[in-house]
């Protein structure tokens, strides 16, 4: 990610939402990452974040006023909106996205909105039934048919106390938009990448399922890493209480079967990352009825699932260039996933020891990876316990090298 800002001019406008509190650490870490930040402050935005707290940040002066005489001597709206890389609105507030829409131009920030010829990204914040209304979804479709990259907005609690969508992207997750849309020629630049994650849930009756205890952090966060390196990315995945990864075609499912068709649906692929933990077995029927106690006991009859690994890996045309399986085990961990690379012909596996609760809905993980080396033999590196993001990190650093040398 660094490298991708390395150097970006990006004009961050911050417009009259709460979110704008969260712009303030935006503009460190965008600058941590290299990049030069200029902001465009909007009257509303003044009422949520100061001037100075901006200036200070960017440490630049922060452009307000559409009428400034010693600004606009020089054209100042023109002269901003030209000297960027990337025009990013964060929080964009709903009045902000329905003046682009309408293409309004009443102040600073919204001039140069119009007079841009840059990419423009907007990170939408406002109140759930601000968001969910019918103008304001009419104004987000008309941006994106111009061309203008949505971030968001994510689910969740909000500062009103209300919840639901509409609660501004994390930092982290528009610092990975804007790191991904500057690395699309970039190391994975071309590539397609299908992703799995979290579990799969197969209903018994209405109201109860067989499932798992996967959380999705794990390929999530494989997702956004392939993003960021500017693979276009499809994620697949089970029921999970993380919300859509900004910038990543997200398809959620709820069973072993509707993965498959999901993942069959997204082929062809370059790379394909099967993080899921998918459900074995299935009921044999779902009872259209929620399943009465009545007897002291009960059998249930389980039928086998699709191997959703081995079905991408077999052997094809739509064979993706590069499988990459996960194997969680209690025991044996290394000799059980040895055989599994081998038996469902994947290139290489991610084997995780996941024994009495330390990887499951953990931040970290410890695995080994396990690779064939086209001679019949398995060459396995152990990375050390890390962050579930670096662990992601580093396997999409060994997927670009992969794919630089094949
Ligand atoms: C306390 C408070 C919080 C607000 N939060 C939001 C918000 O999160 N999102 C939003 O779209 N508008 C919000 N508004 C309304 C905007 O600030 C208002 O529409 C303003 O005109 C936006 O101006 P701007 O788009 O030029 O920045 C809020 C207003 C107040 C008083």
Redesign the pocket.
Known sequence: MTNALQNRRILLV??????AYKSLDLIRRLREAGAEVRCVL????A??VTPLSVAALSEDKVYSDLWSLTDEAQMGHIRLSREADLVLVA???????G?MAQGLAD?L??TILLATDKPVMIA????VM?WTHAAVQANIKTLQQRGVKILGPASGL???GEEGE?R?LEVADILAAVAAHFSVAGSLGGKRALVTSGPTFEPLDPVRFIGNRSSGKQGHAIAKALYAQGAETILVTGPTALPDPAGIKTIRVQTAQEMLAACEASLPVDVAVCAAAVADWRPSEMSDEKLKKGAAKAVLELAKNADILATLAKAGNRRPRLVVGFAAETNDMLKNASEKLVRKNCDWLVANDVGSGKVFNQDDNEVTLLRRDGKGQTQSDAWPRQSKDQVARALVEEIVSFFKTA
């Open positions: 911050i417009s009259g939402g709460i979110a909007t009257q509303g935005g009422q949520f929080p964009a507030s709903a009045n902000m996205i003046k102040d920030a919204s939408p914040a406002m109140n601000m909000m500062a009103c509409g501004m």
